[in-house]
């Protein structure tokens, strides 16, 4: 849902929840939520005077305070480092096979495949 939600917001700059409520047919709180949630992971800012919140990642994934890694926006590292205790192996890289991130388990069966 995460992912989903990422997607939206970067794509059509839009970071309310009242919006990502009625895009991806969920609950108001569960909306809320995940905007928090990109706001920790620096996808949008905090709201402002009248409740708004900036996009801080444009929609090629370049965030506006940093340079891309490798085509790959930094909001999309950030999230994929929240999991790294995930049990399922996971690997982000870009298309040219470059290894942007990759969490205990993938390393874990990458080092026993190697052995």
Known sequence: ??????????DHQNASASWLQRQVRIG???????????EKRGVVG??????KRDVLV????EADTGSLKDR???AMVAAAQSLDGNA???TLSTGDGKVLFEN?????????AAT
């Open 104 to 112: 205990k388990a993938a390393r874990e069966k990458r080092e026993g």
């Open 1 to 10: 849902m995460f992912m989903t939600a990422l997607n939206l917001v970067v």
């Open 28 to 38: 108001y709180n569960r909306a809320a939520k995940l905007i928090e949630d990109l």
């Open 46 to 51: 905090p709201p402002n005077h009248v409740g």
């Open 58 to 61: 444009a929609p090629g994934g």
């Open 72 to 74: 790959v926006g930094a």
């Open 88 to 90: 399922l192996p996971m």
